[in-house]
């Protein structure tokens, strides 16, 4: 089987992670990009990505590269690619492009240079020409476009990989599935402990950890992926790599709360529909009450940022935050994310770890406080002791 450049996209902060995970998949030659990671691989590695991977948004598979020194020249090169190879006359297709350069200020003349050029090719050889769909298309086409720097690529994903296909409902602002499942491996928790998620809101970081423990691969879920529709798509190949045993016994108690009646129905509904009800633990509670039932363990959670919220608000909320970790869960490591610093601030504890991540568009500072009895500076020391 030929092998090939493949190109898996993430979130900025999440890149090495999704290097660890290509290179668990036994890939070639990795390369860590800005918000990507690179690599070498044949078609069944390509599958197993996309059914695989948990912080990977998409996988492109790279068809083209050329220098663009004119707007005319994307056009061009676009139309001396065979399509015909990739594209079907029976077929819809859609072009997504990604533009830095001085040539193109509106992305989306990139993306219709690049639509025309097929089509022209298609009805100048053939003398009819595929339909454009840019809703809901069989084939989707990447254009990443830097400076004079052009790839084509096909988008072997469809629809972006966060889109599990778990969620039956959302809350008012629900953290992206990949952000989770990278918030998760950036700890190095896979399930030896227990788990908690004391701010769980509609449920997906709760989904995500019980995914991890059990091993269960997060393209179960989907319906479908981009290469399906490809011409050299192979059936058997990929039922192969679905029909793979992958889960394993969970060996750690996984449980969420929220204050919020209406957000835990969401949660259940979430976690029902990803056949994961016997899996995670569900309560409506206050964060101020809540008690751990074992001595140790993880907390991980995205409490409300503030944008919806008074100063004076967001900082007593932080603060309860940081007084319920000190009393009640010493032993246990908590990660707390979230874009308000002063809020950040307000809990009072001295952060082991900072990594900087984004919600959407907003630039956030996850952090690990390690929660020990008594104060940190004795904790170091008895550290020292025992070691």
Request: with cysteine; charged share 25%.
């Amino acid at each position: 089987m030929s092998k090939f450049k493949i190109v898996a996209k993430t979130f900025a902060g999440l890149e090495n992670v999704l290097a660890d995970e290509i290179r668990a998949l036994g890939a070639e030659s990795i390369s860590v990009e800005r918000r990507a990671v690179t690599f070498i691989g044949d078609q069944a590695l390509m599958y197993r990505a996309n059914y695989l991977l948990r912080t990977a948004l998409k996988i492109l598979r790279p068809i083209a590269e050329f220098e663009v020194v004119s707007r005319e020249d994307l056009y061009n090169h676009t139309k001396k690619i065979q399509w015909n190879k990739y594209l079907a006359i029976g077929k819809s297709f859609a072009v997504d492009s990604t533009v830095q350069s001085e040539m193109f200020l509106n992305t989306m003349y990139a993306s219709l240079k690049v639509k025309d050029a097929i089509v022209d090719q298609f009805r100048e050889s053939m003398g009819k020409r595929p339909s454009v769909n840019p809703e809901n298309p069989d084939i989707r086409i990447n254009v990443y476009l830097m400076g004079s720097h052009c790839i084509l690529s096909l988008d072997s994903s469809g629809e972006s990989l966060h889109k599990r296909g778990y969620r039956a409902g959302q809350g008012d602002a629900p953290l992206n599935e990949v952000l989770a499942a990278g918030m998760i491996l950036l700890t190095g928790w896979h399930g030896e402990k227990d788990f908690i998620d004391p701010m769980c809101g509609s449920g997906t970081l709760l989904i995500e950890a019980a995914m991890i423990a059990k091993g269960i691969p997060p393209g179960m879920y989907r319906k479908s992926f981009g290469f399906e529709q490809w011409p050299d798509f192979n059936e058997t190949l990929f039922d192969e790599i679905c029909n793979g045993d992958y889960e394993k016994e969970i060996n750690c108690k996984i449980s969420g709360s929220d204050i919020s009646i209406k957000d835990i129905a969401i949660a259940r509904a979430n976690i029902k529909s990803a056949s994961l009800s016997k899996v995670i633990e569900l309560h409506t509670e206050d964060f101020a009450n809540l008690v751990p039932t074992s001595p140790n363990g993880i907390i991980i959670t995205n409490p409300p940022y503030g944008e919806r919220m008074k100063p004076q608000s967001i900082s007593e909320l932080y603060a309860l935050i940081g007084d319920t970790l000190k009393k009640r869960f010493a032993g246990f490591n908590a990660w707390v994310i979230s874009s308000s610093l002063d809020g950040l601030k307000s809990i009072g504890l001295k952060p082991s770890r900072k990594i900087d991540l984004f919600n959407g568009a907003l630039a956030c500072s996850y952090r690990c406080y390690e929660l020990f009895q008594g104060s940190h500076k004795q904790a170091v020391i008895i550290k020292k002791r025992l070691s």
